[in-house]
């Protein structure tokens, strides 16, 4: 069974992060969406909060499931024997980390291949945190997040 990891932080899961799902789910048996803890970020939403989101929207496709991880990607991949961690490419502006993040990767496990995923043109000038601030100030997202995420947003800053 071919298995790929899609990692990230998910603060809030946006319709782009839902673009590179259904994108990778056409190309592996199984994709896990895996939710870092990533406290030294200082996320909006808990953990908890992140995997709800994820459940009630990535979850409900088939042959996507839901998990978190600690620690690091390639331990987590191993343990989930899974052959490839797919990232999504917006802009040349995303290359230079997500370059650095897959070579470090296959430096620590060789057999870990990165796969980058290029979602929808529209989705281009989509990210978490720009979701969060339109949201904080007030603006209306429900054309950029799932509709549970925009309620979710609305009740953190309303
Ligand atoms: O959505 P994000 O915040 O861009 O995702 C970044 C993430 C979670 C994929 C990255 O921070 C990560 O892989 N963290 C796990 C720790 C790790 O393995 N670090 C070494 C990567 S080179």
Redesign the pocket.
Same mark, same amino acid.
């Given at each position: 069974m071919r298995c790929a990891i899609y990692? #990230?932080?998910?603060d809030p899961i946006t319709n782009g992060h839902l673009d590179v799902i259904e994108r990778a789910r056409k190309l592996f048996d199984e994709v896990v969406v895996a939710v870092?803890h990533?406290d030294e970020?200082q996320p909006l939403f808990s953990l908890k909060d992140r995997l709800d989101l994820l459940r009630q929207t990535a979850g409900k496709i088939d042959n996507v499931r839901i998990a978190e991880f600690e #620690? &690091? &990607?390639?331990e987590f991949a191993r343990k989930e024997e899974a052959g490839a961690v797919i990232r999504g490419l917006r802009a040349v502006s995303d290359f230079e980390f997500e370059f650095?993040?897959a070579l470090?990767?296959r430096k620590l496990d060789t057999s870990v291949e990165t796969i980058f995923l290029m979602p929808k043109e529209e989705y281009t000038y989509l990210s978490s945190r720009i979701v969060k601030e339109i949201a904080r100030l007030g603006g209306d997202v429900s054309g950029f997040v799932p509709a549970c995420v925009a309620k979710a947003l609305s009740t953190k800053f309303g």
């Open positions: 990692p #990230g932080s998910f870092a990533n970020k #620690g &690091l &990607l390639v650095q993040m470090m990767n």
